[in-house]
């Protein structure tokens, strides 16, 4: 079966179905290309939140689903790919955060989207790499000792970025944490003209060499906006499918050939194809989790306006 073949298909589901497909930037272009919106963690969980489709189909990994469906509660959420997990995600277990909340009852819990249901549960904000800086401002006012999990990078970005002291979780990316300084020196050496844009889940020595930091939407705003032409790409490669779109005239060059999330790249068009004709892969959130979990994630909506 052709590409277009599919996709033909895939379109007449669609209506037929009343159904969404949602990717983030970091899924293949094939599937971006189908999608009927593609954006970065907060665009999508805020485009879940106001479809009014019955079926959202979720091209990226289990927590992003599991975010659309908490912000769905009665709509059919499918994941195409059920084992597309996040490393990150995982270095944070419900029992350690359970445990952590029971002795520190006081302390203000912001927590990464990039993290379970079962975890949000305990949380009072959740965050992007998009408005983490705001959100944690924001709860900074209130004086009171603050967590950020799980994700250690972007919660030393955010201490580095004002005076706020955060408790971190020892959380990390292992694609983003992989970087290293001596990647960026010899991509600069390469392309002397060419700005570096990192994502904040790097290391804080590869954010100091940046040009600029931000979310996967806010780094492809970036080179869109800028007059710059040529730029070294500090995140995941899925990224350079919307650059590239977006500024036919512009050169992208990836930090390194490491720059890849397994997770995201399990999802193939096959995948998508049939998630969407039989329906597979519901994301299941038992009531009384999603009742509490939902919270951090309204919050995080609700101050990011
Ligand atoms: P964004 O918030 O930029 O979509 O990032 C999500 C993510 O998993 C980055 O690794
Ligand atoms: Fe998780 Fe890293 Fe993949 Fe993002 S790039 S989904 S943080 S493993």
Not at 13 to 42: M, P, R, T
Not at 163 to 191: Q, R, S, T
Not at 262 to 279: A, G, Q, S
Request: net charge neutral; proline share 3%.
């Amino acid at each position: 079966m052709t590409k277009e073949e599919m996709y033909n298909d895939i379109r007449k589901w669609k209506k037929e179905k009343n159904a969404i497909i949602l990717a983030h930037y970091y899924q293949d272009g094939d599937i971006q290309d189908i999608a009927d919106y593609v954006g970065d963690s907060l665009a999508l969980a805020q485009k879940a939140s106001k479809t009014d489709a019955d079926i959202i189909v979720f091209c990226g990994v289990h927590f992003m689903a599991e975010t659309a469906k908490l912000l769905s509660p009665q709509k059919k959420v499918l994941l195409p790919v059920m084992e597309a997990g996040c490393v990150m995600a995982d270095m944070m277990d419900e029992a350690a955060i359970k445990k952590y909340k029971e002795e520190n009852p006081d302390t203000i819990i912001l927590m990464y989207v990039n993290s379970t249901a079962n975890c949000k549960q305990y949380a009072d904000v959740c965050v992007t790499s998009s408005n983490a800086l705001k959100i944690i401002d924001h709860y900074s006012k209130l004086g009171k000792k603050m967590l950020y999990g799980p994700d250690k990078n972007l919660g030393a970005y955010a201490m580095s970025k004002s005076d706020v002291k955060l408790d971190l979780w020892p959380g990390f990316c292992g694609i983003h944490n992989g970087m290293k300084v001596k990647d960026v020196e010899a991509a600069k050496a390469k392309y002397p003209n060419a700005e570096f844009i990192a994502h904040p889940e790097c290391n804080l020595d590869v954010l100091a060499m940046a040009n600029y930091i931000g979310s996967t939407k806010q780094l492809i705003e970036y080179v869109t906006e800028s007059k710059a032409t040529e730029f070294i790409v500090g995140t995941e490669m899925g990224v350079l499918h919307e650059m590239k779109k977006r500024n036919p005239n512009k050169n992208f060059y990836i930090l390194s050939d490491r720059l890849k999330c397994y997770e995201m790249k399990l999802t193939r068009l096959e995948d998508l194809y049939n998630c969407l004709k039989d329906e597979l892969n519901e994301i299941i959130i038992p009531s009384d989790v999603s009742q509490k979990a939902v919270k951090c994630v309204d919050k995080m909506l609700e101050l990011s306006k």
